[in-house]
């Protein structure tokens, strides 16, 4: 079963930043939070990772709570191409297999 | 570069068919991952190869769910005696090694079992 609680759709306005939350209550010290995204009728598409400091790429920011209980993922300027399902994803390091869940369809709109 | 291909990218069959479905990793990625995703359901996980070996099968649904690895590179998950229940996509991924945490998948393939 999935380890994290996201909710099932969010909008955003085209241009302006979009926050994903995602609740993981249980994580444990080893686990990572990983967020994909998926593409309408393409496969995920890996976004960022961090285990408890806040991360940024070229996608977005990842920002992860003092108790890592919960995070946010932070796609600073949205655009209509965002427009997906995304998945957060809490996994060991190690841990090979990716358990997603529901996942968030966000919905990015002019 | 060349990202993970998969063949076919749809296939019909019917019921009590066998099916092959193929993945090309990435070049030089030792791991390999199978997902199936069905209609209105999340992704889960089937199998993973390390190299040519499966440390772990434990999604595989049943005993009419194999897939093999030759040469630390292709793979095929064969269904035997399909079932329409098997409808789904099938996606596969590739990273690195087992333990980068970056999984690149494909565009997966799209079965339908009559």
């Known amino acids: 079963d999935a380890k994290t609680t996201q909710p099932p759709s969010m909008d955003c306005a085209e241009g302006r930043a979009a926050n994903l939350p995602c609740n993981h209550s249980?994580?444990?010290?080893?686990?990572?939070v990983y967020w994909y995204r998926q593409i309408h009728s393409q496969g995920p598409q890996y976004i960022i990772h961090?285990?408890?400091n806040n991360e940024t790429n070229e996608m977005a920011s990842l920002i992860i709570t003092e108790d890592r209980k919960s995070s946010t993922l932070i796609l600073p300027h949205a655009t209509l191409r965002d427009t997906a399902v995304y998945y957060c994803?809490?996994?060991?390091?190690?841990?090979?297999?990716?358990?997603f869940g529901a996942g968030t369809i966000l919905r990015v709109k002019s | 570069g060349a990202g993970v291909s998969q063949s076919p990218s749809n296939k019909v069959t019917e019921k009590g068919k066998d099916v092959e479905l193929r993945c090309d990793p990435i070049s030089g990625h030792t791991a390999l991952y199978w997902y199936r995703q069905s209609l209105g359901q999340g992704l889960e996980f089937l199998i993973y190869f390390q190299g040519n070996s499966a440390p772990d099968k434990s999604g595989l649904p049943s005993d009419r769910f194999s897939a093999e690895r030759t040469g630390g590179s292709v793979s095929t998950l064969t269904i035997q005696r399909t079932q329409q229940e098997d409808s789904a996509v099938y996606l596969c991924a590739s990273s690195l090694r087992v333990d980068q945490e970056t999984q690149y998948f494909g565009p997966g393939t799209r079965l339908l079992v009559l």
């Open positions: 249980t994580i444990s010290g080893n686990e990572y």
């Open positions: 961090g285990l408890k």
């Open positions: 994803i809490v996994s060991p390091r190690y841990g090979n297999k990716l358990v």
